[in-house]
């Protein structure tokens, strides 16, 4: 994604805030310095990878870590580990091996899920500000986002 935006032939506007779902288990510093915003909203799903963007985003009032499963219903499903924390989430081993035949499940958890429209509800964005969207759960965004539709996108210049 970096090097997507690196790419970029003309810079970036300045955003009011940057919501990244999936923020995964790695603070990616360098991305978000390339995409400059007054606020960036983290959301991670798995409760250890979000302890280490808390960890690693520092106390600075710019970040903030929402631990938040997202999922096209609400309610009770199990969150999964692989041994590529990169595929953690909601698919099960059989759609992942598809793809990375090597993977292994290491573990699953029982999470409450809320949806994608239910997350921006509690943000409160303004839509007049210049908002950005980064979806990295890999093979979700579809079946999120029809869910939420145009009054979601509604919130975002960029996708």
Known sequence: MLELIQSLK???PKFDTVLHLGAGPYFRGDLYESIPANHYVLV????EHAIELRDSAGGS???????????????????????????????????????????????QIAM????FADLLAGLKLDASATNALIFDIPGLEATLLQDAASRVLEHFDWV
Do not use: K, M, W
């Open 10 to 12: 003309s810079p970036l």
């Open 44 to 47: 991670e799903a798995d409760p």
């Open 61 to 107: 009032g710019v970040f903030q870590i929402i631990e938040c499963l997202l999922a096209p219903q609400s309610g009770q499903h199990s969150f999964r580990r692989f041994t590529f924390p990169s595929l953690n989430g909601l698919f099960g081993l059989g759609a992942i091996q598809q793809i990375y035949p090597r993977a292994r499940e290491t573990g």
């Open 112 to 115: 409450e899920a809320g949806t």
